[in-house]
């Protein structure tokens, strides 16, 4: 896989979405937060899902990942090759 990444401890969570805007994943309107195969995910607007990034995986240890999505007539569409794993130390995004 070819992708970006960065160490959470050299970039403010605020830069957080300005940085991740280079991967595929910064072109989409929502993401996705994916906790674990049986459980749901949540979707949130971008801008949203940036800032509260942390958050979200607040108490979750170990590699979780987000994914791009949008809304067609609807109808949520994920885009599951738009993503990017989060780590205790590190953002990895795909290009």
Not at 1 to 30: F, R, T
Not at 40 to 56: G, K, L, Q, S, Y
Request: one cysteine or more; a negative charge.
């Amino acid at each position: 896989m070819s992708g970006i990444s960065v160490n959470l401890s050299e970039i403010h969570w605020d830069d957080i979405g300005q940085w991740i805007k280079g991967g595929k994943i910064g072109a989409d309107p929502y993401i996705g937060f994916l906790y674990s195969p049986d459980e749901p995910c949540i979707v949130c607007e971008f801008n949203f899902a940036m800032a509260n990034m942390d958050t979200a995986f607040w108490r979750a240890p170990g590699r979780r990942y987000i994914f791009g999505c949008s809304f067609v007539n609807d109808e949520l569409i994920t885009y599951f090759s738009h993503f990017a794993e989060y780590s205790e130390s590190k953002l990895i995004a795909s290009f």
